[in-house]
């Protein structure tokens, strides 16, 4: 399990290029003109994590598998896009099947590429999505509203609780408010969950920079990256351009270098994953054996027994206890024997919460 990460913004601003770049591949089609993308381009790529190479080879296992995070590339949205425009009611259906929205933002010139509003503006860009986001959530709302109306003649309480609840988040809705998960109590998050609203997905911006402001961003970038901060979201500086190029090497040592000749420590894809990982709360854990290791995402705060049923349901349902080693332990004491003798073997119970590179074994019996 990893998770899926929609990719919008309005055209032409990258996100097709930037698409492709990501998964290395040329699904989408990069085009300089409105909705190049049509239906959503969908890319699985591993999450790179050089800590299972590592436990691979203390494992001798014979193979690895990662964790995979699935990317969306989501037709451009334009003003108006709530009301249908530019087949807006489609794409944003597409936007609610995500676990978090990775919005690209130009952040560059150049007279070659046109702008839908022909104004280069990144702040006022984001604005025109996240109302019609809100828009559409409204409208979405406002229907669910008139359907438990209906329902609400015969005096449910639950009911009549969902209502003021769906009231609520329109008002904000309306007032253009930020909508936040703590807003509400954990039982009525159960109840916004299943309400799937846009405007409360995780956010991240891509700040998509031309390749001389890749390093440390421009002006435009700096006025998202406080936006973003304001609104406690994440963002990242990439350049397409440049992440293109290294897609296009099929040589791992050669993308590195180019990289490193650019000024950069690492790929757009880390960047973005590692700031997914931060924004839904999700960490690894490993198995490790001569068969394979292989790493699990889970959330933060996750107990032993839910962390063994990401591998299969009978492994939650018989939990009797999990064998744990810390990464560090298991790397320094070259594996599960030196950890064993070194006493940095535990024995785990249901109250167990899983950290971030455990290496884990499960006792369980159904």
């Known amino acids: 399990m990893g998770f899926k990460c929609g990719i919008i913004g309005l055209p032409n601003v990258g996100k097709s290029t930037l698409f492709n770049a990501l998964t290395e591949s040329n699904k989408a089609e990069a085009a300089n003109y409105p909705f190049a993308t049509i239906e959503p381009n969908i890319g699985r790529v591993p999450v790179p994590d050089e800590r299972l190479n590592i436990l691979a080879t203390i494992g001798k296992s014979e193979k690895i598998i990662p964790s995979y995070m699935d990317f969306v590339d989501i037709a451009g949205l334009v003003k108006g ?73 015969q005096g449910d309480k639950e009911i009549l609780h969902q209502i003021k609840i769906i009231e609520k988040i329109i008002e904000n809705l309306n007032h253009l408010s930020s909508l936040q998960k703590n807003n509400f109590t954990e039982k009525d998050n159960e109840f916004v969950k299943t309400l799937n609203i846009i405007a409360i997905k995780p956010m ?90 292989r790493s699990w995402t889970i959330n933060k705060n996750t107990f032993a027994p839910q962390a063994a049923g990401k591998i299969h349901t009978d492994f939650e349902k018989g939990f009797i206890r999990a064998e744990t080693i810390a990464y560090q332990d298991f790397v320094e004491l070259n594996g599960e024997s030196g950890s064993r003798d070194a006493g940095k073997l535990r024995q785990e119970g249901k109250d167990y919460v899983v950290r971030n590179g455990d290496v884990m074994h499960f006792l369980f019996n159904v």
């Open 204 to 293: 991240l911006y891509i700040c998509n920079v031309d390749e001389e402001s890749v390093k440390s961003g421009n002006e435009m970038s700096k006025k998202v990256r406080d936006y973003a901060n304001k609104k406690n979201h994440n963002a990242v500086i990439v350049s397409a351009s440049i992440e293109s190029q290294v897609a296009e090497l099929e040589n791992n040592d050669e993308k590195l270098a180019m990289i490193k000749e650019m000024g950069l420590s690492e790929t757009t894809l880390s960047k973005v994953i590692k700031s997914g990982y931060s924004l839904l709360n999700l960490i690894n854990y490993f198995t490790c054996g001569p068969k394979e290791t």
């Open 81 to 153: 896009a709530s009301q249908g425009e530019g087949l807006g009611n489609k794409f944003l259906g597409h936007i609610r099947e995500v676990d978090a929205i990775a919005h690209v933002v130009r952040c560059f010139n150049d007279e070659n590429i046109t702008h839908v509003s022909n104004i280069i503006d990144p702040i006022n860009d984001i604005e025109t999505i996240n109302t019609e986001l809100q828009l559409a959530d409204i409208e979405t709302l406002e229907s669910k509203k008139k359907s438990l109306e209906k329902k609400s003649k």
